[in-house]
């Protein structure tokens, strides 16, 4: 099993809608949940991290953690063409990251 | 402030031949981190390295791949005689310590795209 799974899509919706992302985790012991975005042949760029349970919330960009299902979300509010990108959870376990697969949006001007 | 900087951006290399991968961390920085990036795969941790120490190498495959952060330079991971299946995206993170704590994130290079023919 793998210890981050997330739905590779690709998802495409029409600028201003709503971009959901979902990822589940296996182990426990993480506390600390990464969201990194991804343009094709570049490095991961942080977008938003959160510790243990809870929202945080960083201009149209919102991240939630839920621990009791082991469950993260990202959501991106007025979506715009520029955040076409492919979109990668991740959980910290102290020093080493495990991502999930990566979930490819294309926001449709 | 330099972010985490990776050369080459893009490298070819022959069945059989080296390749070597540079990375000097974001300034102030002392842990390192390597993670490859296969087709259509998440990103893999490789391997932690600490200057002239490698922590955690638990990722890294066991022949033809090693991995250094010497006292002075970037660190380097290096590849001997390359297969086509090491055909990927190596990314350098870089972090202030190694503990997981609200603001110690991990910072990524742009990668290295190595390709065998």
């Known amino acids: 099993q793998k210890e981050v799974e997330q739905d590779p899509g690709p998802l495409s919706v029409p600028e201003g809608a709503i971009v959901s992302l979902n990822c589940t985790y296996s182990?426990?012991?993480?506390?600390?949940f990464m969201w990194y975005r991804q343009y094709s042949r570049k490095g991961p760029e942080l977008l938003m991290y959160?510790?243990?349970?809870g929202n945080k919330e960083d201009g149209r960009f919102t991240a939630q953690v839920d621990k009791s299902s082991k469950y993260i979300s990202l959501f991106i509010r007025d979506s715009q063409p520029s955040d076409s990108a492919t979109y990668l959870c991740a959980s910290l376990g102290n020093y080493k990251l495990s991502f999930g697969a990566g979930t490819t949006v294309t926001v449709r001007a | 402030n330099a972010g985490v900087m990776q050369n080459p951006r893009h490298l070819v290399r022959r069945r059989g031949q080296e390749a070597r991968l540079r990375c000097s961390p974001m300034?102030?920085?002392?842990?390192v981190y390597w993670y490859r990036q296969l087709p259509e795969e998440g990103l893999k941790f490789m391997v932690y390295l600490q200057k002239e120490n490698i922590i955690d190498e638990s990722g890294m495959p066991k022949e033809r791949f090693s991995a250094e952060f010497p006292k002075e330079g970037p660190s380097i991971l290096r590849i001997q005689q390359v297969v086509r299946g090491d055909s990927a995206a190596y990314f350098c993170?870089?972090?202030?310590?190694?503990?997981?704590?609200?603001?110690?994130?991990?910072?990524f290079g742009e990668g290295s795209w190595l390709t065998v023919v």
């Open positions: 182990n426990s012991a993480f506390q600390y």
């Open positions: 993170a870089s972090s202030l310590t190694d503990r997981a704590y609200s603001g110690n994130t991990i910072y």
């Open positions: 300034k102030g920085h002392s842990h």
């Open positions: 959160t510790y243990s349970s």
